[in-house]
């Protein structure tokens, strides 16, 4: 295990999105976080400074298999193994990250096989246990995909991530602008409340001493 410690003054949010659409309204939710984590608009100690970072894309991820998973970056049989590269780095994304945000759409009433993917790989490697997490859902339909967050926040509880904030964006599309970016105020705000919510969680980590991110290597 190596210990990292996160740069003191800074805060770096990860931010994972669940659909690979090129339009996607998560996609535009998690860029509306990242300009009003850049804005002075967030009440957290003005000495830190917040960013927002997009994780890898989930789509590089290979399907979990638990024989080519090595969560320890330690040999299991006498050859020594690797992980796969883009496992690697998703997991040293998040070793580095203070807390993640996660945008994820609905699917037939879940959440896309394509996160479910990559939380399998980090069940024996452990990055989400005690991270800050916030859970957002956004979905044009008018209950805002609330049966996806439901299964997922189980999910993120089983993997003991710290979930501190959620929130379900109903009827998303109608709170775009032309260009297809968050406008609406009622959801910047929501927003602004979920990025409160882990400098909070990050900060009282930090005070309380528990700063290190121990995890394998990237
Ligand atoms: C196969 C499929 C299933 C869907 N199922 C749901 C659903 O169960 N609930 C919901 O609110 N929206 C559902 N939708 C609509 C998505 O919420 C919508 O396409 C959304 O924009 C996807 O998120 P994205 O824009 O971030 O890609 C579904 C869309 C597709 C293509």
Redesign the pocket.
């Known amino acids: 295990m190596e210990s990292k410690t996160s740069t003191p003054g800074t805060l770096r949010i990860l931010a994972v ?5 090129k ?6 939710v998690l860029r509306a976080a990242a300009r009003l984590a850049s804005s002075a608009t967030l009440r957290i100690d003005s000495a830190l400074d917040i960013e927002v970072v997009l994780a890898t894309s989930l789509a590089e991820l290979p399907h979990f298999n638990e024989d080519d998973d090595f969560p320890d970056a330690a040999p299991r049989t006498g050859e020594a193994r690797e992980s796969h590269p883009a496992v690697a780095r998703f997991r040293g994304e998040l070793t580095l990250a203070d807390a993640v945000l996660i ?8 959440y896309p096989g394509l996160l479910k993917n990559a939380l399998d790989w980090l069940v024996g490697s452990g990055q989400l246990v005690d991270k800050p997490v916030a859970l957002s859902v ?4 008018h ?3 609330f ?2 967050q439901a299964t997922l926040l189980q999910i993120l509880q089983a993997m003991n991530a710290r979930v501190v904030a959620t929130a379900n964006f109903a009827g ?2 109608a709170k775009l602008d032309r260009a297809g970016e968050v406008s609406d105020e009622s959801t910047l705000s929501e927003l602004r409340r979920i990025l409160e919510a882990l400098a909070a969680a990050v900060q009282q980590k930090r005070e309380s001493g528990d700063e290190r991110i121990d995890s394998q290597s990237a």
């Open positions: 999105c669940g659909s690979l659409r339009k996607s309204v998560n996609a535009a945008a994820s759409p609905e699917y037939a009433h879940g956004a979905s044009p339909a209950l805002g995909g049966r996806a998303i599309r």
